[in-house]
């Protein structure tokens, strides 16, 4: 077992390098602050240990989400992910619990059950509390794994609060380190995952199967009565022996003495939940503690899983390692010898030296070490020797992992109403002032920022804010609040798009380059009644009347229930209270298509992009290496007909439509032959599949199985697929599958004589799809 915990070393993230941090903005992360009035937090300590500037974070403030919709969770991170620089991951994972909470004060949560009150320390309000007390006293009382790599560095005790990151066993809430410093873990922990971003997707097979979410879990349980013996520490020392973390050990317990009451050792059920999603990390550049490539934040879109409860957190943990030495094949026989020698890393090599020259000019693992990088210059041996640089290096930090956490969130069941409802969440990230203020936090922005949806589906308008933003930030309105509304803006008032070519003005709503409101009387936002179209601009219900030209009588939380789309089109909107130059201009736009669609993020986990039970795309696990973004739509026969006449095409298949178009994109070309499943419903059994990428040539799909009006088929390529029927025999078929590249003229050109024709569907989709990536939200 102890080779076994070894060999998982071997797939577990090393973390860390230099001062990265990463900070969570939807959901707001905490960083360990509470409701602090200052721009630092009070206590590093609170929660957990998140490595971070203590700038960081947001005041508290929860939000509810409803079970199964669409959560866009961003962050930035300082060092870089998805290069070659270093080695990145990102775990994303959620927690609920009847007693977790934000709590009333800042002081860490004791550990002494006397400093509570009622003797409990689980149910004292006061403190915050995410993992619970006995999670860390397991954890404290828990051998630590000697498998792993802790470079020279001195770690203070043989339990798991001892690691390479954390020698001294600091206490940060009731986190236990180890489980915070290694992922994935050997031991049962409260977090569930929902998503891993990695540099290197190979390993994903693995992280998917080491999963607590499909994988049950091994620990030791000691005889009723031995923890509690442990804590007080009370017997001789041979006595209280510390939990082992192998069944051989476990097993060896007795307690009392010769009671025959032994430990066991005894597994944890796996959450039951589908294993999380891996994909490649979203890209980022070294130093920048800002967007991505595609100059939005980074982001992962989370289902929420059908798991109501009203007591969650969200945690984000960064890993990054340097590329000084393998941090996956590097393990504990790589450790120093002894307090006084290096860690056995070959650094010598990476330089050209020989062991001894290496050793001789400083060129091994150690903090701080001071290397002599040049040789003896000819006629003058002494220069080279005099020339000693030393190096900003801690061992601690080589493998490093920097987190943040949530507030506390509830998710909730669906109402009848919503019972099938497709729900956006639409949010408020960062808080009053400017850039300088707020950082490492940022300013106010909707969360998407732009939001691609259908007629048909819901969005849940829904932010919180705090009163006690330090008072000399900048802003408007009542100083220290943070306030947001949604209003309409006025229309553009010049003409863009293609030269010579007017704009549908009826299906462009607003225009970013403004900063007026348009007026409310006969202005209709998505479909919404005025009722709505109120609510959103002065935050009721709520405070009935009082001073809301700045919003100051408003609350800091604002909760408008999932409503329905009913109307297409760009709509460009503004919050009216933070739109100076001190704080830039808070705006969003969402674009509303007639077309019943889908879109998800899919990486080496795969995943399926469905429009319902039986419509979409299913992608098998490492089909796709990178992580791309999924779009699938639906169009009805006249829209799909136009596209094709207007392209210069022609439907010349069949005599009669036995389905809608089915439109996929954008999708490449899959590596090896792979092939995704679609599926597609159809009016009868007998129909013919054509597909084509230009809309000219059309190819029958054969091997297509179609039962219970559903045509199943595999494909390798995107593009328009649709049934129908001849009356005469079938005419030729082409050879199974689909071959080809990426649909390249869907993207382009289809899109955009479909938006002509179709404009309510939004005013541009080729703007929309042309640079998207993983991680980016239209």
Known sequence: MRQQLSMLFFICALFGLVRCDV????????????DERGRERANANRMFDSQNNNRGGYNVGSLYYYEGSELPIEWTNQHSCGEKNAHCELVVQYMCDDQLRDGAKTRTIPEKLSQCANFDCDSDLEYGMNENYDWYQNCKYRERNKGLFTADQKLKGETAKYTRQNPGGTRRGYECPEERDYYPYWHPTPWKDIAIMTNNVSRCEEYLAESQNVKEKYSCVPPKGYMEHLIARKGPARDRKILPITKEECEKIEYPANSGNFSKWTPTPA????????????????????????????????????????????????????????????????????????????????????????????????????????????????IGKK??????????????????????FAIRARTAE??????????????????????????????????????????????????????????????GTDRNNVVLLTSQIYPEGEPGKAVAENLKFGHFGNNYPAHLNGVNLLGLPKEDLVSLAVLTPGQLRGELSELDDAGTYFDLPPRKITRAGDYHYMCTRNN????????????????????????YSGGAVQLSDNEGVWIKPATVQDGKQIRVEQWDESAGEEVVKQQGGELNKGDSYESKYFVVYPFEKLANGAEVTIKMKVESDDAEIYHSTDYKNWREISGADISDNVATFQAREGGVYVARKSDNSKTSTI??????????IVLIVGIVIFCRKHPETGANLKQRFSGLKMGSKV
């Open 735 to 744: 050879v199974g599958g689909v071959i080809g590249g990426i649909v390249a």
């Open 271 to 382: 959450w039951g939940i589908e294993a999380p999603a891996c994909l490649a990390s979203p890209k980022s550049r070294d130093n920048h503690n800002g967007n991505g490539p595609s100059g939005f934040p980074n982001m992962f879109n989370w289902t929420i899983l059908n798991t109501p409860h009203e007591h969650c957190a969200l945690r984000l943990r960064y890993n990054i390692s340097t590329a000084d030495y393998d941090a996956v094949k590097t393990n504990a026989s790589n450790n120093a010898a002894n307090n006084n020698s290096p860690a056995k890393i070959d650094i010598g090599s990476l330089v050209g030296l020989s062991e001894t020259d290496a050793e001789d000019r400083g060129y091994v693992f150690e903090n701080n070490p001071t290397v002599n990088p040049l040789s003896a210059v000819s006629g003058n041996t002494n």
């Open 580 to 603: 100076n130059f001190s704080n830039r201009g808070q705006k969003g736009k969402i674009v509303v298509s007639e077309a019943k669609s889908a879109e998800q993020q899919v990486g």
């Open 387 to 408: 020339l000693n640089l030393q190096l900003a290096i801690n061992t601690a930090q080589y493998g490093r992992t920097f987190e943040d956490r949530s507030h506390s």
């Open 23 to 34: 900070y969570l903005h939807n959901p707001r992360g905490s960083n360990n602050r509470l």
């Open 418 to 479: 919503l019972k099938d409802a497709k729900i956006h969440n639409l949010n408020v990230r960062g808080k009053r002032g400017n850039i300088v203020q707020v950082y490492p936090a940022v300013e106010y922005d909707f969360v998407p920022n732009r939001l691609s949806a259908s007629v048909g589906d819901h969005i849940h308008f829904q932010w919180t804010g705090s009163n006690t933003n330090p008072n000399n930030n900048d802003g408007q309105g009542l100083a």
